[in-house]
């Protein structure tokens, strides 16, 4: 396939020529890459020190998907040391009480819950469901596709679902079908 702006090849999706890199890709001669799972939306090539945000957390420059042992994820997606008290565990927050492990004798929690950061039990992560609006369902709603174990929205030209990011993965389109994407207007 000849493209006159990018070529996008998706390993289940085919071969499409796109205007510009869908939202997770980066150009580079002539195709659309595919930025590191690490990062959140955009980058400028293949590592994870090249991504614009990160989905996780930023550690010693780089995006990663997990903060390492006795570091956590902040608000502002850096890895940054748990309390001395809690460094051989890990954490998910600066002060002591956000340890993973602690003594928390008397506490029993149920299957659909886990031990939470103050003794208390919550809700377990919507593994291997996805996450949708805030909430784990079984599958991903047709207007939206799973990335990482989330599920986010199809290009606003597509009709029925999408495969992935951008209107070549639609599965039909709301308007138009130009060289195998979706567009809003034909062209004159």
Known sequence: VTCVH???VRPRGGTHCVASCPLNYY?????????????????TGPS???????RVANY??????????????????????CDSACTA???NGPTADDCF????????????????TACSCEAKPCTPLFTYNGACVPRCPVSTYADDGVC???????????????PASCTSCRIANLSGACVAACPN
Request: neutral net charge; charged residues 10%; glycine residues 14%.
């Open 101 to 116: 492990e602690r003594n928390c004798s008397g506490v029993v929690c149920t299957g659909s819950q886990r031990l939470g």
């Open 48 to 54: 994870p020190s090249q991504c614009s945000s990160c």
């Open 152 to 166: 986010v929205a199809c290009d606003a030209q597509c009709l029925n679902g999408c495969s992935g990011a951008g």
């Open 6 to 8: 990018f070529k996008l």
């Open 89 to 91: 565990f890990g954490c």
């Open 27 to 43: 150009p580079s001669g002539g195709e659309c890459l595919r930025c590191s799972r690490t990062c959140a939306d955009s980058c």
């Open 60 to 81: 010693s420059g780089a995006c990663v998907s997990a903060c390492p042992t006795g570091m956590y994820a902040t608000d502002q997606q850096q890895c940054a040391p």
